[in-house]
């Protein structure tokens, strides 16, 4: 039980456009998920905290007009990056908050743009 | 804020031998939760185990073990008869009220055939 899936695993995208992630909890329905981005060989950054049929909570220093978070469901949220840039490469993780708030993490996607 | 220190960066075990990976983490608050995470090459993160704080007796499944010492704000985990999966990235994490992870630097465990 408590699977999370990811989708896409990884994306190439061209400068400029706009790449969307999803989340799926596929065994479970999740109030709550969160959005990481982790660079090479470090920790996680928490992005984002996604709550379904609200607003996402973004940590400071993370561009919400850039980063679009929807959890417009128990089973589902999705991440858009918007405007795509060289920097935004990285590798996007997201989790299901659980019981006992055990978080549960998808695989993740890894973004490239060129 | 709430904050977790992995001072290690990495350690290397020989197969079938215990390693213990060391955490230690500040927080005023009473009620949280605890969790060492493992993340292998393939970068999937993957829950090892979980210490609830209001629980004195150490969590354990099957080969992992913690060492919880609340006072000592410590959660250690314990690896035994390691084995050559076991190889990878391990993340000490804690949560508390507002249900975010805070997460320590990890700590590269390799093992030795």
């Known amino acids: 039980g408590a699977v999370v899936s990811q989708h896409p695993s990884r994306v190439i995208c061209k400068s400029g456009t706009s790449v969307k992630i999803e989340c799926r909890s596929l065994?479970?329905?999740?109030?709550?998920m969160f959005w990481y981005r982790q660079f090479p060989k470090q920790s996680l950054m928490l992005m984002a905290t996604?709550?379904?049929?609200?607003?996402?909570?973004?940590e400071q220093g993370v561009e919400k007009d850039k980063f679009l978070i929807n959890h417009a469901s128990l089973t589902l949220s999705t991440l858009t990056v918007t405007s795509a840039h060289p920097e935004d490469s990285s590798f996007y993780i997201c989790?299901?908050?659980?019981?006992?708030?055990?978080?549960?993490f998808g695989p993740g996607t890894r973004l490239l743009v060129l | 804020a709430q904050t977790v220190t992995q001072s290690q960066p990495e350690m290397s075990v020989q197969e079938a031998e215990t390693v213990t990976l060391s955490c230690t983490y500040d927080?005023?608050?009473?009620?949280?939760?605890l969790f060492w995470y493992k993340q292998p090459p393939s970068r999937q993160m993957i829950l090892v185990i979980r210490q609830e704080a209001y629980k004195q007796q150490n969590a354990t499944e099957n080969r992992f073990s913690v060492n919880f010492q609340k006072a000592a704000k410590s959660f250690s985990l314990k690896i035994s008869d390691s084995q050559l999966g076991d190889a990878a990235m391990y993340f000490c994490a804690y949560t508390g009220a507002n249900s975010k992870l805070t997460f320590g630097k990890g700590i590269t465990l390799s093992v030795r055939p």
């Open positions: 065994d479970f329905q999740a109030t709550t």
């Open positions: 927080t005023s608050e009473s009620d949280y939760y």
């Open positions: 989790s299901a908050r659980f019981i006992q708030e055990t978080q549960y």
């Open positions: 996604s709550n379904e049929g609200s607003k996402a909570t973004y």
